[in-house]
């Protein structure tokens, strides 16, 4: 069990959340740097959006863990809690590892409260070649049956094959759920700037963990691999995290086969960095569905009213799904969190 002041780190809003971490790394004795990118947008109270950046340790170490929050928006409270209270556990760090905090990569999907970002990107769909053919996907017949109520939200979600397909990224309909755009996104750019600045070619190993929420058992932190089964990376994180990590490839994940992703982009950059999705559980994919496919009909009607009574009721459903405010899900979220990070700290300084 522990303390409401430990769990005081969940926020289920963009500013609470921003408030918390940056104070944290304001008075952390591990942070060596911060930089931050400014979105180009504001949040529903005018306030400015912030993806911040804290690099922690021996900036130069050969060997780098990266945790990341926030790029489906409103899952960012989960994350953004477990960066916080790394920051304000930790005192020092294993001397040939540097971490690197990615505080609310998409600050605009966290302060609206939606998982898409600003222009209504999937931005865990957006890893994609543009310049060259997209995935075609069949998923907008499930859509479109949704909108003309011929199908059932609560069948979809529970039919797993039918929900796979969903979900898996498209490129055609902007105005469905799951588009992972037509161009590079915001977020994308600033994780692309990241990996420049890391220089990554000269680093030994690199694990890149991911956080999100909403798939799976309720409290429990999944590690998803979407590695080829046969590389390097992959059988990295099986040393590091053993028997937990799962894979969507093999068909023992949660998660499905899907497109675009995220780490997709990680899995470029060398055999040497492993990605790995840390994904909390929450309430069912048929509830997930109802709350995102009422944000989405919201979106659909232009700009939103922060103030009206309908769009406060679909904002907090989402905030309660994707980071619920109940102390037994959030302490099996910190325990996961912490243990986690600790695994991963271990394999990155043990030697080869």
Same mark, same amino acid.
């Given at each position: 069990?522990?303390?409401?002041?430990?769990?005081?780190?969940?926020?289920?809003?963009?500013?609470?959340?921003?408030?918390?971490?940056?104070?944290?790394?304001?008075?952390?004795?591990?942070?060596?740097?911060?930089?931050?990118?400014?979105?180009?947008?504001?949040?529903?109270?005018?306030?400015?959006?912030?993806?911040?950046?804290?690099?922690?340790?021996?900036?130069?170490?050969?060997?780098?863990?990266?945790?990341?929050?926030?790029?489906?928006?409103?899952?960012?409270?989960?994350?953004?809690?477990?960066?916080?209270?790394?920051?304000?556990?930790?005192?020092?760090?294993?001397?040939?590892?540097?971490?690197?905090?990615?505080?609310?990569?998409?600050?605009?999907?966290?302060?609206?409260?939606?998982?898409?970002?600003?222009?209504?990107?999937?931005?865990?769909?957006?890893?994609?070649?543009?310049? *060259?053919?997209?995935?075609?996907?069949?998923?907008?017949?499930?859509?479109?049956?949704?909108?003309?109520?011929?199908?059932?939200?609560?069948?979809?979600?529970?039919?797993?094959?039918?929900?796979?397909?969903?979900?898996?990224?498209?490129?055609?309909?902007?105005?469905?759920?799951?588009?992972?755009?037509?161009?590079?996104?915001?977020?994308?750019?600033?994780?692309?700037?990241?990996?420049?600045?890391?220089?990554?070619? *000269?680093?030994?190993?690199?694990?890149?963990?991911?956080?999100?929420?909403?798939?799976?058992?309720?409290?429990?932190?999944?590690?998803?691999?979407?590695?080829?089964?046969?590389?390097?990376?992959?059988?990295?994180?099986?040393?590091?995290?053993?028997?937990?990590?799962?894979?969507?490839?093999?068909?023992?994940?949660?998660?499905?086969?899907?497109?675009?992703?995220?780490?997709?982009?990680?899995?470029?950059?060398?055999?040497?960095?492993?990605?790995?999705?840390?994904?909390?559980?929450?309430?069912?994919?048929?509830?997930?569905?109802?709350?995102?496919?009422?944000?989405? *009909?919201?979106?659909?009607?232009?700009?939103?009213?922060?103030?009206?009574?309908?769009?406060?009721?679909?904002?907090?459903?989402?905030?309660?799904?994707?980071?619920?405010?109940?102390?037994?899900?959030?302490?099996?979220?910190?325990?996961?969190?912490?243990?986690?990070?600790?695994?991963?700290?271990?394999?990155?300084?043990?030697?080869?």
């Amino acid at each position: 069990m522990y303390a409401d002041t430990i769990l005081d780190v969940f926020c289920q809003r963009y500013s609470d959340a921003h408030d918390k971490f940056t104070a944290a790394i304001e008075t952390s004795s591990i942070v060596e740097k911060t930089n931050k990118h400014l979105h180009p947008m504001k949040g529903p109270s005018g306030e400015k959006l912030f993806c911040d950046i804290a690099w922690s340790g021996d900036l130069n170490a050969k060997n780098v863990l990266i945790l990341i929050s926030g790029l489906h928006g409103v899952e960012g409270g989960v994350g953004s809690a477990i960066q916080t209270d790394f920051v304000s556990r930790h005192r020092r760090l294993p001397a040939d590892v540097c971490v690197v905090l990615v505080h609310a990569i998409n600050p605009w999907g966290f302060a609206w409260s939606s998982r898409n970002d600003h222009q209504g990107i999937d931005v865990n769909r957006n890893f994609v070649d543009f310049s *060259q053919q997209l995935h075609q996907s069949d998923s907008d017949t499930i859509w479109q049956k949704i909108i003309n109520k011929e199908a059932d939200i609560q069948t979809i979600g529970a039919d797993r094959h039918t929900f796979d397909l969903l979900s898996e990224g498209q490129y055609s309909y902007p105005s469905a759920l799951y588009f992972g755009g037509e161009q590079a996104s915001w977020s994308r750019q600033c994780i692309e700037q990241l990996a420049g600045q890391l220089k990554c070619d *000269q680093r030994d190993k690199i694990i890149v963990v991911d956080i999100h929420s909403g798939l799976g058992p309720y409290g429990y932190g999944e590690l998803i691999s979407d590695h080829p089964s046969d590389c390097v990376a992959r059988q990295h994180l099986i040393d590091v995290f053993g028997a937990t990590v799962t894979e969507p490839i093999l068909g023992t994940s949660s998660s499905g086969i899907k497109y675009g992703l995220h780490d997709y982009f990680w899995h470029a950059q060398g055999d040497h960095v492993a990605f790995v999705t840390l994904e909390f559980g929450t309430f069912g994919s048929s509830a997930m569905l109802r709350a995102l496919f009422a944000d989405q *009909q919201l979106q659909q009607q232009g700009d939103i009213d922060w103030q009206d009574d309908d769009t406060l009721v679909i904002k907090h459903d989402l905030q309660d799904f994707f980071c619920p405010a109940e102390k037994q899900w959030q302490e099996l979220v910190l325990f996961r969190g912490r243990q986690v990070i600790e695994m991963a700290l271990t394999g990155l300084s043990q030697h080869d």
